[in-house]
Each structure stands twice: as structure tokens, then as C-alpha cells.
């Protein structure tokens, strides 16, 4: 069964600064891809960036961006220029790639506090 | 448009009592999953539906919960003689299929809290 790890429960970054979430996991599939989700106090989970496993480069979104270590199942998300906004809980989570179904398996989350 | 709808948004029961959570997904979605969220955790997978048929229920903790999806659109999660340990945030999630690509959307979730 797959799992995912974060191992960083609270992160805090001053506003305009960068930091850096981490998150491995565990596979025996070759094919697979990669998710970060926000979870703001409302509970709405949002998409943040997603990485497929077959692509070398490191996936990015404005602000976003992934390091993605496939031999080591290494997948980071750096936020730059950190906004208020982007305090929040933040879930990595692996769906494999099946023809079918692709649950999602979560790691445990990060909240991430952004000081002013 | 609008996006997944989840009601009711929290839901106060007594151990034993039987609760229906609603998940109305996006219009045109096919695929539709439900997650339990319990507190300081990830989501964890409960079942899964194509259509109206539960293609994967294996994360469904016992035969207390169930679910159904009769008519491929609005889903319910049923759960029998509640306990303490059902206490948790119930996420719904559609997509527009079930392929690898297909985005998940979240609902807001159902805050189910058991005395």
C-alpha cells in the first residue's frame, strides 16, 4: 500500500519570505502523480499543484513550485514571496495510475502560519 | 458554476443514532468519492463511486457505514448506531472521470461530532 509522510506538523515563514514543506512516500508503481492541497480554516480543500511522475521538470504555479526527487520520493512545495493568505494546513497526497478509481492517499499535514 | 455541496455543514448526534450526510457533486461529474477527515489527520479514503455503482468501497471501516449514489448525481453516506470514534470532518470530492487526469473537487465537508 502506498503511503505519505510529512514530517514537518507547523512551519512559520515571515510574509514575503520563502519556505519550504516536505513529503515523501512510499511506491512500488512506476506511474503515479503528486499533489499539495490547501486547507484554510473553511475546511474547502484546494488544489495547489500536481506533478506527474513520468515529467522531469519540476511542476510550478506562480508562487509554487515542486522538487520533485523521484529515486528518493522526495516531493517538496516552496511557496515564494509568502502572503498572509497562504496560512493554512497543507496535505501532500499520491494517486496512483490506474485505468480506474485513483483514490487519493494523504500524508498527515503541515500547518503553515505566515507572520507579519 | 457552482461547486461540490456537502449539508448539512455540521451535525450533532448521540452515540447509537442513525445520520445521513448529503454530497451533491459538480453537474457532469461521474465519478464521486467520499473521505473521512479525523482531527490533526489527512483524509482518508471511504469509497468511491462511477455512476451510480461503488467501484471500490475498501476504506469503509465496518458495515455500519454505508453509501449510495441511485441515480449517478447526489450521494449520502449513511452511518448506523454511531460511536464516538465516527467524530469527524466527512469530505465529498467529484470528478469529471475517473481516468488518472481527473481532477478532484472537494466539498466543504460535514462536521459530524458524536456525544
Known amino acids: ?30 506511474d503515479y502523480y503528486l499533489f499539495w492541497y490547501k486547507q484554510p480554516p473553511s475546511r474547502q480543500m484546494i488544489l495547489v499543484i500536481r506533478q506527474e511522475a513520468y515529467k522531469q521538470q519540476n511542476a510550478t504555479e506562480n508562487r509554487f513550485s515542486v522538487n520533485f526527487q523521484k529515486a528518493a520520493k522526495s516531493f517538496s512545495l516552496k511557496i515564494s514571496d509568502s502572503q498572509l493568505g497562504d496560512a493554512a494546513m497543507y496535505f501532500c497526497a499520491y494517486r496512483g495510475f490506474m485505468e480506474y478509481g485513483n483514490k487519493l492517499v494523504f500524508g498527515a499535514g503541515t500547518i503553515l502560519r505566515v507572520k507579519s | 458554476g457552482a461547486g461540490v455541496s456537502q449539508t448539512p455543514s455540521n451535525k450533532v448526534t448521540e452515540k447509537g443514532k442513525y445520520v445521513e450526510l448529503r454530497c451533491d457533486p459538480i453537474s457532469g ?5 467520499w473521505y473521512r477527515q479525523s482531527l490533526g489527520q489527512g483524509p482518508e479514503f471511504l469509497i468511491y463511486f462511477q455512476g451510480t455503482g461503488a ?61
Open chain 2, 55 to 115: 467501484a471500490d468501497d475498501s476504506g469503509l471501516p465496518n458495515d455500519r457505514f454505508f453509501a449510495v449514489r441511485p441515480e449517478g448525481s447526489v450521494s449520502t453516506l449513511k452511518i448506523q448506531r454511531t460511536e464516538r470514534g465516527d467524530s469527524a470532518v466527512y469530505l465529498c470530492a467529484s470528478s469529471l472521470g475517473s481516468g488518472a487526469t481527473g481532477e478532484q473537487f472537494f466539498g466543504p465537508g460535514t462536521r459530524l461530532t458524536v456525544l
Open chain 2, 29 to 33: 461529474h461521474t465519478a464521486l468519492y
Open chain 1, 1 to 30: 500500500a502506498q503511503t505519505v509522510t510529512q514530517s514537518q506538523p507547523e512551519m512559520s515563514v515571515q510574509e514575503a519570505e520563502t519556505v519550504t514543506l516536505s513529503c515523501t512516500y512510499d511506491t512500488s508503481e512506476s
